[in-house]
Nanobody
Framework: QVQLVESGGGLVQTGGSLRLSCTASGLTFNQYTMAWFRQPPGKDREFVASHIHKDGSTYYADSVKGRFTISRDIAKNTVYLQMNNLKLEDAAVYYC?????????WGQGAQVTVSS
């Protein structure tokens, strides 16, 4: 059974930083592309960042480029999202996503709240 468990969400002031973690189990981690999506209040879920398992390349939404960094620790089966210089519009539920040989999976979500 595949599980993605996020942690690290919370409340931060504008300009602050948070690091989200997503630990995967039940899958061969290095065979899966990992990504982060987010869903702001009242809006659709949107892509944030991805880490491609085949070559380690990373992709970011324009809105987070230069502020967010996705990385992967294969030994810990964990993908991270380092978020710096957070803005009010970054407030959302952040979801971990894995796609690979056995399908696509979502985590339960982690709340990120940004205050001014």
């Amino acid at each position: 059974q595949v599980q993605l468990v996020e942690s690290g969400g919370g409340l931060v002031q504008t300009g602050g930083s948070l690091r989200l973690s997503c630990t995967a189990s039940g899958l061969t981690f290095n065979q899966y592309t990992m990504a982060w999506f987010r869903q702001p209040p009242g809006k659709d879920r949107e892509f944030v960042a991805s880490h491609i398992h085949k070559d380690g390349s990373t992709y970011y939404a324009d809105s987070v480029k230069g502020r967010f960094t996705i990385s992967r620790d294969i030994a810990k089966n964990t993908v991270y999202l380092q978020m710096n210089n957070l803005k009010l519009e970054d407030a959302a539920v952040y979801y971990c996503y894995a796609a690979g040989p056995s399908g696509a999976y979502w985590g339960q979500g982690a709340q990120v709240t940004v205050s001014s």
